[in-house]
């Protein structure tokens, strides 16, 4: 019975040690618990930061989310003080990423958002009237002001624009480019709209402003953001390194990816009915279990737990 009893201790020791190990191998450097994401202002970025943030924050992780400009973000993970970005909307900033990708400056998880659109749009009247390619918005000169309206200063996006009037393709000679913030520029459609004046602006899907305008998407570019009426992709790009430092964190970037329907949705209740984007967030990963289960697949917690189960038991309390 002694024998027995030294064997099972033994058993239980190792068996023991084993499990300490896995919790070990799973749980991941101190230096992976906070991560470090950029917002440019933008409300669909917000609204799939916020979405991260649930579920690192049941997975035991911290998020720290920095209010910066697009060329600010990308040199902040070139220095390694932003790890993840899930805002690279491509081709639109295909000029400002291609030379840090080719010097390794940063890398590209995946595709969170493939079926986006962004490129110049106007209201459906201004559509009606004749305007539906790039190529229309010279003959009405006159009724646009020779105005296109982007967003902040510095965006990708609005150097697009910059080298498109200063190249005048498209006929655009003497035009000008009016920068503001996300929505100051939606402000100014609205109020165009409201007198059926004419206006071109910077639109992209998802987002409101589909639901709350009748945004006709312009066709007929293919230099400066790309054919089938700006037809995008929004890629989640990382700091360098970042998954091989902090492959548990990795693998959920790797994995999610966003619906349109499923951010139009978050976008419009923060924008619409004034909910917090955090609260937002968990009704859409409540509405969308699946796909909660698809993001969390072989997804531990920051101590080496299921992630699945700890994001079950979050979205049950909340």
């Known amino acids: 019975m002694g024998s027995k009893r030294v064997l099972l201790a033994s058993a239980s020791v190792v068996v023991g040690a084993l499990l300490v190990g896995q919790n070990a191998i799973s749980a991941e450097p101190e230096a992976c618990k906070q991560v470090r994401m950029a917002d440019p202002g933008w409300t669909d970025i917000t609204a799939t930061n916020a979405v991260a943030g649930v579920l690192l924050g049941a997975l035991g992780y911290e998020q720290k989310v920095s209010s910066l400009s697009v060329p600010i973000t990308y040199v902040g993970m070139q220095k390694s ?5 899930l805002g690279n909307w491509m081709p639109a900033q295909k000029p400002l990423v291609e030379p840090i990708l080719k010097d390794g400056g940063m890398e590209v998880v995946r595709a969170n958002l493939p079926n986006a659109k962004f490129t110049l749009a106007v209201p459906g009247y201004v559509a009606d009237a004749g305007v539906k390619t790039f190529a229309d918005l010279a003959k009405y000169a006159d009724k646009f002001d020779r105005k296109i309206y982007g967003i902040e ?23 000008s480019l009016v920068e503001s913030s996300e929505q100051s520029m939606l402000s100014q459609v609205a109020r165009k709209e409201r007198g059926k004046d004419w206006i071109v602006f910077l639109a992209w899907e998802p987002h409101q402003m589909n639901t709350k305008f009748q945004v006709n998407y312009l066709d007929g570019d293919k230099e400066y953001f790309g054919p089938n009426f700006g037809s995008a992709t929004v890629n989640t790009v990382s ?7 902090c492959p548990n964190v990795g693998r959920l970037f790797s994995q999610m990816e966003f619906t349109v329907d499923f951010e139009n949705k978050a976008i419009s209740e923060v924008l619409e009915q004034k909910i917090d984007a955090k609260a937002a967030g968990i009704r859409q990963l409540k509405a969308n279990p699946k796909l909660v289960e698809t993001w969390l697949t072989g997804v531990k917690t920051y101590g080496g737990e299921d992630g699945l189960a700890a994001v079950k038991k979050m979205l049950a309390q909340n």
């Open 81 to 85: 003080q932003i790890d993840v970005f």
């Open 239 to 245: 700091r360098k390194g970042y998954a091989a430092q």
């Open 153 to 175: 200063s510095g965006a990708p996006a609005n150097q697009n624009i910059k080298k498109m009037l200063e190249a005048k393709s498209y006929g655009l000679e003497g035009w």
